[in-house]
């Protein structure tokens, strides 16, 4: 995967939690890719990608720290067994990746509908030929989540 794929979806994450959920988040750490099977926060957030690109974007996070981010989001709290907090996840993943697609305007990305999967000890794999490229993020005041991307050039 090209590296200038990248800023954009950190760009437009900032961007939208900024503007949307009231809260900058901050890069936590080195990039890093992973392929294979690795583990994932309890809280995911899934959305595919296609275009002159193919591949998928994931957000990940801890419930706890997904609860604060979607209550700010809905204006309301919500509880980890609210369906909202699963809509209102997935609707920020979409508006990132909305806005990181609008940013790579050349690629003529198109979304698909994002889905969100909550449970402990979850594990994701990526293919050794197109790995994921991992962008831990965090709200200083909420916890750490990632942001992790994979696409393959058609």
């Not at 901050?26 to 957030?45: E, S, T, W």
């Amino acid at each position: 995967m090209k590296s200038e794929y990248v800023n954009p979806f950190v760009e437009a994450t900032v961007e939208t939690y900024d503007t949307m959920v009231g809260v900058r988040p901050q890069r936590d750490g080195k990039l890093c890719r992973k392929a294979g099977i690795f583990a994932a926060y309890d809280l995911v957030g899934v959305l595919g990608l296609s275009g002159k690109v193919c591949g998928a974007v994931i957000m990940t996070t801890s419930v706890e720290t997904g609860m604060k981010v979607v209550s700010s989001f809905l204006g309301e709290e919500v509880e980890a067994t609210s369906p909202d907090l699963l809509d209102g996840f997935g609707e920020l993943l979409n508006i990132v990746a909305g806005s990181a697609a609008a940013k790579l305007n050349g690629l003529n990305i198109k979304l698909a509908l994002p889905t969100v999967i909550m449970g402990k000890e979850q594990r994701l794999t990526g293919k050794e030929n197109s790995p994921w490229i991992v962008i831990p993020m965090a709200f200083p005041e909420w916890g750490k989540f990632n942001i992790e991307i994979s696409m393959e050039e058609k």
